[in-house]
């Protein structure tokens, strides 16, 4: 049964593209979840692209590693990873299979950081490869859509290790007043 059911579920169509035309869509986009059986719905705020092999920021610019595959996997399907020995960190995989490339979800309204939103989801692990769906329990849905002028792009976060090209590069996606 769906949350919303007279919202579209965004399906892997929406996905099959590149990660920074995802990542700039998603923007008040709808991010859905279940936790136990409490629904949840919040509109995004905030998105960061990593737009495969090349880019030295990106997962994938090491080489497909256990870690990573799910990146490589369909598009809409969940890249989800551990980072510092504490948060759980919640990517949609984008563009075609073999091509790794995805989209972290920064924070939605209300929750603002990618460690406290997985934690307010109580995120594990376990979903890591599946697909973003009603059925696995997070899912993505049609939200109002802002403006266009109303969505900043900036740097992405803590990617100084990726040098002074790629970590300026402007794949981070806010709305305006979120930051």
């Known amino acids: 049964m769906a949350l919303f059911p007279s919202v579209k579920v965004l399906d892997s169509t929406f996905f099959d ?7 700039f869509d998603l923007i008040g986009c709808r ?22 092999p090349d880019d030295l920021a990106s997962h994938a610019a090491r080489g497909r590693t256990k870690r990573n595959e799910a990146m490589f996997g369909p598009p809409g399907a969940l890249y989800i990873y551990f980072v510092y ?23 939605v309204e ?9 934690k307010a989801m109580g995120m594990t692990g376990a979903l890591n490869g599946k697909p973003a769906s009603e059925r696995t329990g997070v899912w993505f849905s049609e ?7 109303s969505i900043v792009r ?26």
């Not at 900036?154 to 979120?178: N, T």
């Open 17 to 23: 593209r590149p990660a920074e035309n995802v990542a």
């Open 154 to 179: 900036s740097a992405r976060i803590g990617v100084d290790y990726a040098g002074s090209v790629w970590s300026a590069k402007p794949y981070r996606f806010s709305l305006k007043g979120e930051r």
């Open 110 to 118: 209300c929750v603002d950081g990618p460690g406290k939103l997985t």
């Open 143 to 149: 939200g109002s859509k802002p403006r266009r002028n």
């Open 31 to 52: 991010l859905n979840w279940r936790r136990g059986n409490k629904p949840e719905s919040r509109i995004i705020t905030e998105t960061e692209a990593y737009i495969g």
């Open 85 to 107: 020995g504490v948060h759980w960190m919640l990517n949609v995989v984008t563009g075609p299979v073999g091509y790794p490339a995805a989209v972290l979800i920064r924070a």
